[in-house]
């Protein structure tokens, strides 16, 4: 009886023992509960305002303190808008694909220009007539004039805002399979800068090639997909080693490098492959290990593709993140052609694009406007 008496009371004393640690347990939680849910608002907004869209939204369903927070400090991006050159006339439209509405704006200041270009909310245009290069913002009306010189079939970036004092702007012309001319410029120059180059690959240079500035260079993707890339600082020029992003065979169909483009995104360059019939590919450059990987999703982020410039957004609402949108309007202008990756398919269904058909100078993806009162609203 003793014996079961002892072992009763020991039974006893290490419940209470594991009922105590339990509850220093939850008491400890608790405090540590309370000392988030107590921080300072100006501490949480300093923390909250720092997180992504995706992540502020998370926040804001811990309690309605930080829901308030969030809310208050929640930045959403607009996307671009698609901007289009009229045939005849001058008045331009504007599609805000986020909205699905076009607006209409008179530029007579770019009668007679083609466009090449655009970034951080400048356009860079030619005028062959001319042979004038000039940069011009549609929003704010401000024009910068360059030395005259002769674009016929080539392509043509710049790395930033003309404004900025690091603006440099650069062209590659085929000469042969192992020779380039690249021409560079910036503003306030009074001449382009043209140097030829020797290629140690084969490397075609032609208005299909797609050029994208990234991390103090630019890179020039190729018709056969080979990556040429020139140091701005050094005046170099070279033909990374790295195999071209493979693609099925049926991609390679009449006009089917029309169907390409290349976008940059916080030091990481897109390509992105389409076909008429097919979903398209899209891969990331890996530096590391020299290739091309694809990608099956773009972890939020959204490309902006068209012919001559593509972009890439973070943080925008809805089913807009982890999207591909494309330079085609249909339904009457209603509707932007783009592709989910979330869900494998084309928006609006089945309504895939044969690029082959597309003036590649009809429109490009520009920066929206803070200020809407001079444009006029097509219902």
Same mark, same amino acid.
């Given at each position: ?15 209470? +023992? ?8 939850e ?5 540590? =509960? ?5 921080l ?9 305002s ?5 992540d ?15 809310? %208050?400090?929640? +930045? ?15 008045? *331009?439209?504007?599609?805000?694909? %986020? ?10 200041e770019? =009668? ?26 549609? *929003?704010?009306r ?23 004092p ?19 410029? =910036? ?25 994208v ?10 018709l056969t ?39 940059e ?13 097919e ?7 890996? !530096? ?15 490309? *902006? ?5 593509? =972009? ?10 982890? %999207? ?8 009457? &202008? ?16 089945? !309504?895939c694009?044969?690029? &082959? ?15 809407? %009162? ?6």
């Amino acid at each position: 009886m003793a014996g079961r008496k002892r072992r009763k009371l020991r039974l006893l004393s290490e419940t209470f +023992k594991d009922d105590k640690r339990m509850a220093m347990r939850e008491n400890n939680m608790m405090e540590h =509960h309370e000392s988030w849910s107590i921080l300072p608002v100006e501490l949480l907004e300093l923390i909250i305002s720092r997180l992504t869209l995706k992540d502020n939204i998370r926040t804001s369903s811990v309690c309605k303190r930080w829901l308030s927070v969030a809310l %208050s400090v929640r +930045k959403v991006n607009k996307p671009p808008w698609l901007m289009y050159f009229p045939k005849l006339g001058r008045v *331009f439209e504007f599609y805000d694909p %986020s909205q699905r509405k076009t607006y209409s704006l008179e530029l007579p200041e770019l =009668h007679g220009c083609r466009i090449c270009y655009n970034k951080d909310g400048w356009l860079l245009l030619y005028k062959p007539r001319t042979q004038r290069v000039l940069f011009f913002n549609p *929003f704010t009306r401000e024009m910068i004039k360059l030395p005259r010189f002769e674009m016929t079939y080539q392509i043509v970036a710049f790395s930033t805002s003309p404004k900025a004092p690091d603006c440099i702007l650069f062209t590659v012309k085929h000469v042969s399979p192992t020779v380039v001319a690249i021409s560079t410029c =910036h503003p306030g120059a009074t001449e382009w800068t043209t140097v030829n180059y020797h290629n140690r690959l084969p490397f075609v240079s032609s208005i299909w090639n797609k050029l994208v500035f990234c991390n103090g260079l630019f890179y020039c993707l190729s018709l056969t997909g080979w990556l040429g890339v020139y140091d701005p600082v050094e005046h170099t020029w070279s033909i990374r080693i790295v195999p071209p992003p493979r693609c099925p065979d049926n991609f390679f169909v009449k006009n089917w490098w029309k169907g390409k483009f290349m976008a940059e995104h916080n030091g990481d360059i897109f390509v992105i492959y389409t076909c008429y019939s097919e979903n398209p590919i899209i891969y990331k450059l890996d !530096q590391v290990n020299k290739e091309w990987v694809e990608m099956k999703t773009l972890e939020g982020v959204t490309l *902006f593709a068209s012919f001559l410039s593509s =972009h890439a957004r973070t943080d925008l609402l809805g089913m807009m993140r982890n %999207s591909v949108y494309f330079s085609k309007v249909r339904f009457y &202008g209603k509707r932007c052609i783009s592709y989910s990756l979330d869900q494998r398919r084309y928006y609006p269904r089945k !309504q895939c694009h044969d690029w &082959g058909e597309q003036d590649p100078f009809e429109s490009i993806w520009v920066e929206p406007p803070d200020d809407l %009162s001079s444009f006029s609203w097509e219902g």
